[in-house]
């Protein structure tokens, strides 16, 4: 419920800010639209490079790659800070009209919050990944009023695993986001698309070419913008706070061409108005075309210089404006009927969409969540097929991974993720040291004898009935042998043989010495499990995976 509430709140915030801004100056002079608009995406640009280079890094861009890799290699930890921020940051570039989108920012921010959540409650780091899955999922439902589709993207991209044993949670997260959404903002999904009541069978053989060619704009905006951004990273000599602002520039001098030349405001911020207006077929070919080259050209010099923004939506609008001009070069050339001509849109934004996060199914569930018209699916499996083949033989990796990927950021395998989750489920005695060694008395000779046989660090004290009483260092009984002043000893934690890993590990990181001591369900010992067995056992557990 609170991936659901932060993603409603960031949707009207964004919203709010940008119609009180750019509505008004579109319906000015281009005077106004020029010179307050400049002055607003530069206030956009400076606060997001001070936001992002002084509290939190890690909050800019799309937000997708970052929380993958918190789920992959920090059990889904997520701070505070990067919430906060990403909220700020990501509501002024998209509200103050950057083209970039708010579903990846919104999978962070219900992401990161529902980690924050875990933290605070201090579940353990098995349950807190789970969290952070599920408020990814809540969040991307929330945005698009798509359930289905935003568990098909977490299983798909964030987990890479349709089989995972999280889609219960997953599926709930789901649920309780659409149904918050239902309550705090209606069933209106993002997208406003006519139904399709009717299309010719002969369409089939223009849905591979729309496909392809939404496909390889899809390929050639992913290689443009993520070339951009290591030539940025690399090269540019500018201080990091400076860079957005470059972007937003940019992007405003896009804009206002734009508007000069056909008089819309597609390339600010979302884009709704005119994407809505492609599906519908209220826009001219030579406006399809000039929204086209003009949201690409903004969104990649945005995205690369370093501003907060997805890539979801300016994705789909690429592929709506794509499609929708070859459906009016078909019908100029043999006549296509309306249905057929919004039918071909549809399949560019979805064909685009899928080449780009290559996650086929959610491409496809996205459309079809957002129409409820089960005709659509056959000619979208068919636009997922063309477009999957063209981006996997274009590019080895999809959006995300190639930018963790130029990034230096290598993530963990599905196997070695399965292999840690089959870890936390088997029972501590399957990893734990029945040879601990034990004290039985202070005598000198005893220790002696304990430290001659044993070259452990961690020893533990016991009592005639065989129940520890404490655990201590090698150094103690050193020094001890030494000075004859019995040490201190710390208050052992107990776990049992059946508690699982994952059980006991919350405990590991509060134990004294970082040590547990395994005893009977009589309170006799058994042995001891440190935080050196658990990784090692861990890492004989991946190491098993990949083999």
Request: proline letters at 5%; aromatic letters at 10%.
């Amino acid at each position: 419920m609170l991936g659901s509430v932060v993603a409603v709140l960031f949707h009207h915030a964004i919203h709010f800010i940008h119609h009180s801004i750019w509505t008004p100056l579109a319906a000015g002079s281009l005077e106004d639209f020029a010179g307050i608009g400049f002055i607003v995406l530069t206030v956009a640009g400076l606060t997001n490079g001070w936001l992002l280079t002084k509290y939190a890094p890690e909050a800019a861009g799309s937000g997708i790659p970052q929380l993958k890799t918190a789920y992959r290699q920090n059990y889904g930890q997520i701070s505070f800070r990067i919430v906060w921020v990403k909220f700020v940051a990501a509501t002024l570039s998209v509200g103050g009209g950057l083209s970039l989108g708010r579903e990846g920012p919104s999978v962070q921010l219900a992401g990161g919050l529902a980690s924050v959540l875990g933290q605070k409650l201090k579940l353990s780091h098995f349950r807190i990944r789970t969290l952070t899955a599920c408020g990814a999922a809540a969040g991307l439902a929330a945005a698009f009023n798509a359930p289905i589709a935003a568990v098909a993207f977490v299983l798909e991209e964030i987990i890479e695993d349709l089989n995972s044993r999280t889609i219960g949670p997953i599926l709930l997260a789901s649920f309780v986001s659409v149904v918050t959404l239902f309550l705090l903002q209606g069933t209106e999904p993002a997208f406003i698309i006519p139904p399709v009541e009717s299309f010719h069978g002969w369409v089939y053989l223009a849905v591979p070419v729309v496909a392809a060619l939404a496909s390889l704009a899809g390929v050639g905006f992913q290689k443009s913008t993520l070339s951009w951004t290591r030539h940025i990273r690399q090269k540019s000599t500018l201080p990091p706070w400076s860079r957005p602002v470059i972007g937003a520039w940019i992007n405003w001098a896009i804009a206002c061409l734009v508007f000069y030349w056909i008089g819309k405001t597609g390339v600010l911020g979302l884009g709704h108005q005119d994407l809505t207006a492609s599906l519908a077929g209220d826009l001219a070919l030579v406006s399809l075309l000039v929204l086209f080259v003009a949201k690409w050209m903004a969104t990649t010099s945005a995205y690369a210089w370093g501003n907060c923004g997805g890539i979801f939506t300016p994705t789909l609008f690429l592929g709506a404006m794509i499609g929708g001009a070859c459906s009016q070069s078909i019908d100029l050339g043999i006549g296509l009927d309306q249905d057929s001509q919004r039918l071909l849109t549809i399949v560019g934004m979805s064909a685009c969409l899928g080449a780009v996060v290559r996650a086929p199914i959610t491409s496809i569930l996205i459309v079809f969540e957002m129409t409820h018209d089960f005709a659509l699916v056959p000619p979208l499996m068919l636009g997922a097929l063309v477009s999957q083949a063209i981006s996997r033989s274009l590019c080895p990796d999809n959006f995300y991974n190639q930018f963790l990927k130029d990034s230096g950021i290598r993530l963990e395998t599905n196997r070695s993720l399965r292999a840690q989750a089959s870890w936390r489920n088997r029972p501590v005695s399957s990893f734990a040291n029945f040879e601990a060694p034990c004290l039985r008395s202070w005598e000198k000779a005893e220790v002696e004898k304990i430290l001659q046989k044993f070259p452990d660090t961690i020893f533990t004290l016991l009592n005639k009935e065989d129940h520890p009483t404490g655990i201590l260092e090698r150094t103690q009984l050193e020094t001890f042998l030494e000075t004859g002043k019995t040490p201190h000893l710390q208050n052992p934690v107990f776990v049992y043989p059946n508690q699982t890993m994952q059980d006991i590990e919350p405990l590991l990181k509060e134990a004294p010495l970082g040590s547990l001591v395994l005893v009977s369900h009589n309170q006799r010992f058994l042995g001891l499990f440190t935080s050196s067995d658990a990784a090692q056992s861990q890492k004989n557990e991946d190491e098993l995976a990949n083999s």
